[in-house]
């Protein structure tokens, strides 16, 4: 069993920046896949972005290319998801998900989940 507890979210202009963060607890994350998913008032939950346990492969989402990244550091038993040139649009509550997986791949289906965090961009 594991916990996840993000925070780094809050109130920015377009264009700002801010970095999220995924601190784990209880089962070590090093072979689990995570992932960053949002979800926008009226919206479905969409997947931001994920990373293999290894690290060695990520995924993003059309609309975050080129602006968000994903890493782990698994001593720190933390994920990250840097967010840069912030747009309204982005405008959403971030939750940290992971899956234990035997290989090192990338997953569609988390079994772990945070409470998330709010991320506001005004314009």
């Known amino acids: 069993q594991v916990q996840l507890v993000e925070s780094g979210g809050g109130l920015v202009q377009a264009g700002d920046s801010l970095r999220l963060s995924c601190a784990t607890s209880g089962r070590t994350i090093s072979s689990a896949a995570m992932g960053w998913f949002r979800r926008a008032p009226g919206k479905e939950r969409e997947a931001v972005a994920a990373i293999s346990r290894s690290g060695n492969w990520t995924y993003y989402t059309d609309s975050v290319k080129g602006r968000f990244t994903i890493s782990r550091d698994s001593a720190k038993r933390t994920v990250y998801l840097q967010m840069n040139s912030l747009k309204p649009e982005d405008t959403a509550v971030y939750y940290c998900?992971?899956?234990?997986?035997?290989?090192?791949?990338?997953?569609?289906?988390?079994?772990?989940w945070g409470q998330g965090t709010q991320v506001t961009v005004s314009s």
């Open positions: 998900a992971a899956r234990y997986t035997l290989y090192d791949v990338m997953v569609n289906e988390y079994d772990y």
